[in-house]
Every structure is written in C-alpha cells, then in structure tokens.
C-alpha cells in the first residue's frame, strides 16, 4: 500500500491506495501550524480509523502548492510510516511534455491532475478543478501540457464578498431555487454558482475556440466541482479522486527509483 497526500492552500487530502484500489481517503486542514508528531499523530491515527497500520504502507508520494507545511509534514510521515515521501517536480516522470513559457512555475496539483486525466481519459483533455482557485489546463492529444487559465475560487469569491461588504453575511455556497433572488443569501448564492457555471461554460467554449479542438473531452474535480458539473452539459466528467490517481499513476511512473 502507497500514502499519496494533496497538500492545498485550504486542505491536505490523503488517500491510500493499495495496487489501483483507493482503500481510504482523510483530510486535514492546511492552514494550521503543527508540528511533525502532531501531523504524525494525526496520520496514525486517521489510518488507523481507517483500519489500515501505517507500518504496511510500503511507499509515499506528496504534491503540495504550500511550501511551509512540507519540513513538518515530511518529517511525519517519514518518522510514523518509515517511507521516505517522493515530492512531484522537477526530475519526476510524469509522461507529459509542458510547453508552456516558464514550466517550473506550473503548480504541482494541476501536473498531478493533467496526468491523472490523461491517463484515464486521454487526449486531447481540459482539466478543471474547483479548488481554492478554479483552474482551467490544456493537455493535447500528444501528452502536452499546452496552457492553464487561473481564476479566483467560488469559496475566495465568497469571502471576499463578506469580508469586504458590510451587510453581507457568511453563506453555504449553493445552488439557490431560482436565479430570480428576491432577498440577500439567495441573491449572493445566484451570483457565486450561476457566475461560476456562465464563466465556466465561456472559457471553455474560448478555449475549444482558440485551440481547433472541437473534440476535446472536459473532466472536473475538486470540492465544489460537482455542484458545477451538474449544472452544465460543457462538462462531461466530473472525477472526485482525480489528484490522488494522478499522485498514484506519478507513483508508479517512478517506482524504480524509491527502491
């Protein structure tokens, strides 16, 4: 069995895999400061609620946006699983070419979605995920990672409307009954989730546009990507697991070299 953790701006999510088999998935939440027994604490004990003992895990391989967690994090893992975590960037095989001007500044969690889609569905794939920023990235029938469109999140899009608007509240980001809101929740849930789902279907219709590729198959992920898939026919796949495969397929692209 192999450890694969996500490491987010908002979330770490962990997943254990066990040859393709996701046995178990975890989250923990980022933005808290702990230490590395306190994460390995916490490990052990999410595994173990899981009924799986972190001492079978035979490997372990992390993807992370957040550089400050990792000398903590890593550290947990080592000391409470006694796996050396491998980390995706440079050197790691992936299968893919990146094209794009400067390829060390494409994050590590978009590589690890690019993979995983196109593995699973081939190419040519635009990959979206619904994360603390939504991003939108072009993989090519030829394993090429093309082009990537970042825009703010539905989550930061909330935040910013309460913290900065006086009279506006905190809400629960959903769909509302009907776009014609006629008091305040209402009104700003039409205007996060319709907003969404009209900028969703226009940048890829522009990229389907500006690419030639009229086939191009759409797949999305990330927490809140099923309330938008569900809402458009412009996504034809909505993958709640695609970033721990895409970390188990980079795994096993790399299994030699942790031997």
Do not use: C
């Amino acid at each position: 069995m192999i450890l694969v953790v996500d490491v987010g701006n908002t979330n770490m999510t962990f997943g254990v895999y066990q040859g393709e088999e996701l046995k178990a998935t975890f989250r923990l939440t980022t933005r808290t400061p702990r230490t590395s027994d306190e994460y390995g604490i916490l490990i052990t004990q999410l595994l173990s609620n899981n009924g799986i003992d972190a001492g079978e895990l035979e490997g372990s391989i992390a993807a992370s946006v957040v550089p400050d967690v990792m000398h903590a994090l890593n550290g947990a893992i080592t000391r409470y699983t006694g796996t050396k975590p491998m980390h995706v960037g440079p050197g790691v095989k992936t299968g893919l070419r990146i094209v794009t001007e400067d390829p060390r500044a494409i994050g590590a969690d978009r590589i690890v979605d690019a993979v995983a889609a196109y593995e699973k569905y081939g190419g040519p794939v635009l990959v979206l995920d619904f994360g603390t920023a939504t991003t939108y990235d072009l993989i090519t029938g030829q394993g090429e990672f093309a082009a990537g469109i970042t825009a703010p999140g539905i989550r930061i899009s909330s935040e910013a409307l309460w913290t900065q608007a006086a009279k506006l509240p905190n809400i629960e980001i959903k769909k509302p009954k009907s776009i014609l809101a006629q008091e305040t929740i209402s009104s700003m849930q039409a205007g996060l989730v319709y907003g969404q789902i009209g900028q969703t279907e226009y940048i890829i219709r522009k990229v389907k546009e500006e690419s030639g590729l009229k086939d191009l198959k759409v797949v999305a992920t990330g927490g809140l990507g099923r309330l938008i898939a569900d809402e458009t026919k412009a996504i034809h796949v909505y993958d709640s697991s695609l970033t721990l495969e895409g970390l188990r397929i980079i795994y096993e692209k790399n299994r030699k070299n942790t031997r």
